[in-house]
């Protein structure tokens, strides 16, 4: 089972959530662990995407925008708002509002809410489903 840890932004600024979860996908990068970025939409993954190339000035992350085929190099981060290929769940950083259901292949898990009231109440959900699949949780206030 995987590990889960939901991240809760004081902010419920979009920027701020958008930059914070470039920093975890830098933080994993410098890992050597490359994850995959589940966004609801072909439109914030665009935005991410480019948010990835610009948020700090000498920050390189290679990535790849993830349309159901996989990549030729496996050293990258994919972002997609299609649930991750199988190859690419060792690390999943959840941006969107769906609850991932297939966990078994998935080493860790990590949420992202902010204090938007949809955005927090949609967070609460996935909460409370991993919570009653019996996956243990760990919550970070930021």
Not at 8 to 27: N, T, V, W, Y
């Amino acid at each position: 089972m995987p590990e889960i840890s939901f991240y809760i932004l004081s902010s419920d600024e979009e920027r701020l959530r958008s930059f914070f979860c470039c920093k975890l996908i830098e933080k994993a990068y410098r890992q050597g662990i490359f994850c995959y970025l589940l966004t609801d939409s072909d439109s914030q993954t665009r935005m991410l995407d480019n948010l990835l190339w610009t948020f700090r000035p000498n920050s390189f992350i290679p990535h790849e925008i993830y349309s159901g085929e996989l990549p030729t190099m496996g050293n990258m981060v994919l972002i997609g708002s299609l649930f991750p290929p199988d190859v690419w769940q060792k690390l999943v950083i959840n941006f969107s509002t769906r609850t991932l259901k297939d966990l078994e292949k998935t080493g860790r898990l990590l949420d992202i809410i902010d204090n938007h009231p949809q955005r927090k109440q949609e967070g609460k959900n996935r909460y409370r489903y991993y919570q009653q699949q019996g996956l243990e949780i760990q919550t970070l206030q930021i």
